[in-house]
C-alpha cells in the first residue's frame, strides 16, 4: 500500500505493540483500535473515524500481504474516476482489498460486528476492477498458508 498510496493508515489491537511499531518504522500513521475484540467493524469504523475527511478509503486486510502495488493503485484510480466502490476481480472472482468512496462514510462508519463491509458492497452499485494478481484471493491465516 505504501507504494501505492500517499498516506496508508494501519489500525491495529492496544495489545499489538511489535505490530504497530513495525508498521509505523516502515511509514504507516497507526491508529488503535481498543474495542477490535468486538468484531472486524469495530477496526474499520476506528480508521474510517480517524481519516473521515478523506475522498475515499481503501480497505486492505493485513492477512493480505500478496495484493500488488499496482492493484492498490487501479482501484484508487477508480474512486477518483468516478465509482463509489471499487472491488478488484482476478480470473472472474473478486477479491480484496476494497476502495470506497466518501458517498459511503455513513454506511461504513455504521457498521458493526465482524462482518466488514461486506453488507454495503453486496447492496450497492460495485465497479469491478480486472487484475492479474492472484493476491486478491489469498489469505494468510495459518503459517501452512505461507
Known amino acids: 500500500m505504501l507504494a501505492a498510496l500517499p498516506r496508508v493508515l494501519a489500525v491495529v489491537r492496544a495489545d499489538d505493540t511489535q505490530v504497530a511499531r513495525a508498521l509505523g518504522t516502515l511509514g504507516c500513521e497507526v491508529r488503535v483500535c481498543h474495542d477490535a475484540d468486538t468484531g472486524m467493524a469495530a477496526s474499520l469504523t476506528c480508521g474510517i473515524a480517524h481519516v473521515r475527511g478523506a475522498p475515499g478509503w481503501l480497505i486492505a486486510l493485513g492477512d493480505m500481504p500478496g495484493v500488488e502495488p499496482a492493484?492498490?493503485?487501479?482501484?484508487?484510480?477508480?474512486?477518483?474516476?468516478?465509482?463509489?466502490?471499487?472491488?478488484?476481480?482476478?480470473?472472474?472472482r473478486r477479491g480484496?482489498?476494497?476502495?470506497?468512496?466518501?458517498?459511503h462514510l455513513p454506511l461504513l462508519l455504521a457498521l458493526d460486528g465482524d462482518q466488514g463491509a461486506r453488507s454495503i458492497v453486496q447492496s450497492?452499485?460495485?465497479?469491478?476492477?480486472?487484475v492479474e494478481d492472484g493476491g486478491i484471493l489469498r489469505d494468510i491465516d495459518t503459517p501452512d498458508d505461507l
Do not use: K, M, Y
Open 124 to 130: 450497492h452499485a460495485v465497479r469491478e476492477v480486472a
Open 71 to 92: 492493484t492498490i493503485a487501479a482501484l484508487s484510480h477508480a474512486i477518483a474516476d468516478g465509482a463509489r466502490i471499487a472491488v478488484p476481480v482476478f480470473q472472474g
Open 96 to 103: 480484496n482489498p476494497v476502495a470506497f468512496s466518501a458517498v
